[in-house]
């Protein structure tokens, strides 16, 4: 899968900074967040479907990083007109022998773009003020009529009553590597074990809640399941929604473990979603090596950046 080229990295970075209300010095997208120390535990019976050391073998520690994805960190997370925001986990898993792997995925079923062109499009159809799409919107889902799920979950997103109680969704495909080589396309979700569980218009909360939430709750935790693709099933197109009927297994399950004490550690940290390890490989979905790039070049620039006095 070639790389985009550089001019439309930055046209994406951009069109975020411009339509997404960013702030310099935090990421262009889930800039607000809260660090975890964790331990995956995998299933026994994974390790017969992938070799990666951090799934097959016995429990490793990790980073998880809680986040809201709108681009302005001080965003409400209740929107004004009482839908919830999108949220997302990031995790750096530690590898047996050193190193790491790292995945980010988010509370939406559908992404609503296939193509770098058409996530540019969409940044650009948001309004700034109001975190919304613009009502040129409709024009743009009555031509790109794939990209109506992923408009419809982030414009429909419910209120979450915490972060432990959401489901995350990695959306891409990647292949699973067997010990004997054989390859299986699948996509992952962290499944909440308490459940998910949402507000009402009656549940009052601050604009922000779910990070205090979320440090004073006690154990939380999620199972990594695995959906696996039958053939045929598309696995270069974020946009595409495989049948329910697809076949699920868990592979593991994450807990969170106290909050990292140095919370500005965080910064220095990127969730790239391409950060995977041999005995699972990457799919030739645009979208997830695009990601990497542009998370590329959010973290240099926040990195360079001071951050406006409160
Ligand atoms: C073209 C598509 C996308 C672009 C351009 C994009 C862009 C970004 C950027 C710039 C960041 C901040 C990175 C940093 O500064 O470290 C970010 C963070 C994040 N994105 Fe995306 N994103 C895309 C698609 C997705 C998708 C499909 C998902 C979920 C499956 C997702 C989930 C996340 C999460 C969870 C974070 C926060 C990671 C962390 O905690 O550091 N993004 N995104």
């Avoid at 990497?292 to 406006?308: I, K």
């Amino acid at each position: 899968m070639p790389d985009a080229d550089r001019a439309t990295v930055i046209r994406a970075i951009e069109a975020m900074e411009k339509h997404t209300a960013t702030v310099p010095g935090y990421r262009r997208a889930h800039p607000r967040g809260v660090l975890f120390h964790a331990t995956f535990t995998p299933a026994p019976d994974i390790a017969t479907l992938t070799t990666a050391a951090h799934l097959a073998g016995p429990p490793v520690t990790a980073l998880v990083r809680l986040s809201t994805a709108p681009g302005n960190p001080h965003a409400p997370e209740r929107k004004p007109d009482g839908r919830g925001t999108t949220l997302g986990l990031g995790i750096r898993f530690d590898l047996p022998a050193g190193g790491h792997a790292t995945w980010a995925a988010a509370s939406i079923p559908a992404f609503p773009a296939r193509t770098p062109k058409e996530f540019i499009q969409v940044t650009k159809l948001q309004n700034p003020a109001t975190g919304k799409p613009s009502p040129l919107i409709l024009a743009h889902v009555a031509t790109h009529r794939h990209i109506l799920p992923g408009i419809r979950a982030i414009a429909g997103m419910p209120v979450q009553a915490s972060f432990a109680t959401t489901r995350y969704n990695g959306l891409h495909a990647y292949f699973l590597v067997a010990p004997d080589g054989t390859r299986r396309a699948f996509r992952y979700s962290w499944l909440p074990d308490a459940g998910e569980a949402t507000l009402t218009d009656e549940d009052q909360r601050p604009p922000h809640y779910l990070i205090d939430e979320i440090l004073q709750r006690g154990p939380a935790s999620w199972s990594l399941v695995f959906t696996l693709a039958d053939p045929g099933d598309p696995t270069d197109d974020v946009t595409a929604q495989w049948p329910d009927s697809r076949e699920t297994v868990t592979a593991g399950t994450l807990r969170l473990g106290s909050a990292v004490e140095d919370q500005a550690a965080l910064d220095a940290t990127v969730f790239d979603p391409t950060g995977v390890v041999p005995g699972i490989e990457l799919s030739d979905d645009p979208i997830l090596h695009f990601r990497s790039q542009v998370y590329g070049e959010s973290f240099t620039r926040r990195t360079r950046e001071e951050r406006p006095r409160a």
